[in-house]
């Protein structure tokens, strides 16, 4: 089985995200980028698959900027065995990277695509089951455990009350949830390794998709501070204050 | 024009967070709730008595029986092309459902609503709740998860709205459900509770949790929650988990315990009404955000506590 994983190169989750003061974003100059976490588990599946002798072949797939090609050199350290950079400096919303995986996928046929199942920037949650919509495939999203199983996919799922197990239909989209697994740490001879491996650069227009946002950002600010309270010195007091002060018990 | 609420239901009654949709649902117009499920008389009858609701469509069938994304949202874009908006609340269900809906319209979805700021024009929050971006949309039909805790409840009674069955899509044949194991609780659900206890790393074993955390939820008639950390450990299940990777809380009162206080898990619970906080470190970043600190250990002062509260009326 072929299998496509995403991997979108985002602001380095350890990074304290500022506002810009003309708030028409967030400051990107000179902050560290890194794989969306999400997508690392995404990576980190698809080579536990191939490991196990399921998967074939994994090509990473990002989008975005030229240097996304750095995130897509992360994935193949990891161990996919290829990249495919879809580059555009515009701004591409999820309805729109659904539209371009859909395009990729018409030319590389894989069973499985393997998703984030959102970006830690814009926390959207959406790009998987677009594509699998646009597809007309299954999806198994906020997925904590994958199993194929007689020519289908057992996938458990991460619930409001706790988890659900489906049998999905291949081929299929999988979204990744935080228990999947742990992604490994790429090794220095693959990383080396990982740099003689070919990526692929394509743009929008090649795959026939116009990528223009249907959300215009009238402008971003810093959420309201919450102030800090007091410190209290003993259970008692706390007690007082609650029953008292604030009355929520 | 008229507003779709796509209901997260168990057949029998809403889950609480359809009331919080419903609310947010009537800012923009006339609300009709969309019920789809298999014996789910219950569920539309709750939706019917919701005094916001001007009318249920009940969407009865096998295929609906657990909410298969595959099924349900071609039901659903094939009702939306009659609507402005169509909305549920962000839970699991609604986030697994609706992107699928906006693909089929080809729309782009607003995942996450904070604020309505009028009928194309809504606030959600990015980089976990760290920044608050304000968006425009140009689609004709705007699919919209609302995030529950920014819109108080719908009153649940005094309604009557007429209850329309519709057709059903039959099933997709791409998905089954095959078992689902929910953590069972006597305790309230975090989304929805007023109290929430939550434990983090500074617990040491989930064994503690059930020792030091529990008895003094159960005394406020409280949920039990968790950071991500403690999570991650292994002390509870992946569903305590209160942040910007798992659940999205605004009880009255939050009580955080043993938790330092990362950015990812303050984007799951600073909107609550009052913050407590009981860590033995006095720098730990909880202090920022919390109404009250308490600086010491946790082992001795959450027994404390327990006792000192006054017996649940």
Known sequence: MKILVGVKRVIDYNVKVRVKADGTGVETANVKMSMNPFDEIGVEEAVRLKEKGIATEIVAVSMGPAAAQETIRTALAMGADRGILVQTDAELQPLAVAKLFKALVAKESPQLVILGKQAIDDDCNQTGQMLAALLGWAQGTFASKVAPADGRLEVTREVDGGLE?????LPAVVTTDLRLNEPRYASLPNIMKAKKKPIETLTPDALGVDPAPRLVTLKVAEPAKRLAGVKVKDVAELVDKLKNEAKVI | ?????????????????????IAAAAKLGPVHVLVAGHGCDGAAAAAAQAPDVAKVLKADAAPYAHPLAENVAPLVAGLARGYGHVLAAATTVGKNIMPRVAALLDVQQISDVLQIDAADT???????GNALATVRSGDAIKVITIRGTAFPAAAATGGSAPIETVGDAGDAGLSSFLRSELSKSERPELTAARIVVSGGRGMANGENFKTYLEPLADKLGAAVGASRAAVDAGFVPNDYQVGQTGKVVAPDLYLAVGISGAIQHLAGMKDSKVIVAINKDEEAPIFQVADFGLVGDLFKLVPELTAALPPRK
Do not use: E, G
């Not at chain 2, 024009?1 to 057949?11: G, T, Y």
């Not at chain 2, 809504?122 to 976990?128: G, K, Q, T």
């Open chain 1, 165 to 169: 197990t489906l049998s999905i239909a």
């Open chain 2, 122 to 128: 809504f606030v959600r929050p990015i980089y976990a």
């Open chain 2, 1 to 21: 024009m008229s507003v779709l609420v796509l209901a997260d239901h168990d057949n029998a009654s809403l889950k609480p967070a359809t009331l919080n949709a």
